[in-house]
């Protein structure tokens, strides 16, 4: 059971690219899945949530508007899709997943857009890097 972050790489500011995130020995579409990005000496945070089935996502406002995710159950991927971006973008980006969230996460979710600790995930993808040139 594994998750397989890849697409990361150099880009202009302005510029896109698009992540994806490959599920083995899982089906991502029973998953809730979670976009995240680190940088160096930073806390891991938390860019999106897509719920399991009618694919709902949820965006922390920093990204809300430029990124989006999809989903291709047939290739059991999800990608993130990264338009405008900036230098402070910069960052390892991850992907997640659990079958199962607390009721409380998804409604702070839901209502709030406070997106899953990065704790409330099992599943890990091994990170990659992108970095955008001002």
């Known amino acids: 059971v594994q998750l397989q972050a890849s697409g990361g790489g150099l880009v202009q500011a302005g510029g896109s690219l698009r992540l994806t995130c490959l599920g083995s020995g899982i089906n991502v579409d029973s998953y809730f899945v979670g976009w995240f990005r680190q940088l160096p000496g930073k806390e891991r945070e938390g860019l999106s949530l897509t719920e399991y089935g009618d694919e709902l996502t949820y965006y922390v406002d920093t990204v809300k508007g430029r990124f989006t995710v999809s989903r291709d159950n047939v290739k059991n991927t999800v990608y993130l899709q990264m338009n405008s971006l900036k230098a402070e973008d910069t960052a390892v980006y991850y992907c997640?997943?659990?079958?199962?969230?607390?009721?409380?996460?998804?409604?702070?979710?839901?209502?709030?857009?406070?997106?899953?600790?990065?704790?409330?995930?099992?599943?890990w993808g091994q990170g990659t890097l992108v970095t955008v040139s001002s």
């Open positions: 997640a997943a659990v079958d199962h969230m607390a009721t409380s996460s998804l409604v702070r979710a839901r209502r709030e857009r406070t997106l899953p600790r990065t704790d409330e995930y099992d599943i």
